[in-house]
T-cell receptor, first 112, second 116 residues
Framework: TQLLEQSPQFLSIQEGENLTVYCNSS?????LQWYRQEPGEGPVLLVT???GGEVKKLKRLTFQFGDARKDSSLHITAAQPGDTGLYLC????????????WGLGTSLAVNP | DARVTQTPRHKVTEMGQEVTMRCQPI?????VFWYRQTMMQGLELLAY????????DSGMPKDRFSAEMPDATLATLKIQPSEPRDSAVYFC??????????????FGSGTRLTVV
């Protein structure tokens, strides 16, 4: 069974701090997505990474795909209360790229 | 902005009753998914359709759940009879899949189901 492990599970920080969350697997993915989910809403796609070693930036968020396409990280610089939410990573099965393998998420709380 | 529309947003029902959840995917998207989200299990894939044809419903309890896509603008998920363990948030998501790379999906706001 393919699994995506996300760490940490919970994170509570003060506004202005930096943080990194991780998404790890033993499986190779053809692509990997990061989503953010706010209470009462569905996940919203933040970014898709495709190439091993790829780095993408979205304002204060930096996403990296591992060289072997098995893991990824999300780094947030100078976190703000608006960054609060559940961050989910999802990998596209290299053998069936329509199906996503989901992590359980990192719940982030940024306190003012 | 194009969005995936789910109805109802909330549903409270008694055990044994039939529940139908509806989803309007984004026009032009050829793939539609139904997911269930709980705190313990996270997002679980129940079923998905490509070009309205069911491709995989292996994640769905067959004896009580059914998913259909009667036309390109409507996907339905039905539970009959409902049980308390079905209480969860059910999401519909749609996307365009054609090439070798999956770029991600657009999710609806979900239906929060409570079975008492």
């Amino acid at each position: 069974t393919q699994l995506l492990e996300q760490s940490p599970q919970f994170l509570s920080i003060q506004e202005g701090e930096n943080l990194t969350v991780y998404c790890n697997s033993s499986s190779v993915f053809s692509s990997l997505q990061w989503y953010r989910q706010e209470p009462g809403e569905g996940p919203v796609l933040l970014v898709t990474v495709v190439t091993g070693g790829e780095v993408k930036k979205l304002k204060r968020l930096t996403f990296q795909f591992g060289d072997a396409r098995k893991d990824s990280s999300l780094h947030i610089t100078a976190a703000q209360p608006g960054d609060t939410g559940l961050y989910l990573c999802a990998g596209a099965d290299a053998g069936n790229n329509r199906k996503l393998i989901w992590g359980l998420g990192t719940s982030l709380a940024v306190n003012p | 902005d194009a969005r995936v529309t789910q109805t109802p947003r909330h549903k409270v029902t008694e055990m044994g009753q039939e529940v139908t959840m509806r989803c309007q995917p984004i026009l032009g998207h050829n793939t539609v998914f139904w997911y269930r989200q709980t705190m313990m299990q996270g997002l679980e894939l129940l079923a998905y359709f490509r070009n309205r044809a069911p491709l995989d419903d292996s994640g769905m309890p067959k004896d009580r759940f059914s998913a259909e896509m009667p036309d390109a603008t409507l996907a339905t998920l039905k539970i009959q009879p409902s049980e308390p363990r079905d209480s969860a948030v059910y999401f519909c998501a749609s996307g365009s899949v054609g090439g070798p790379i999956l770029y991600g999906y657009t999710f609806g706001s979900g239906t929060r189901l409570t079975v008492v």
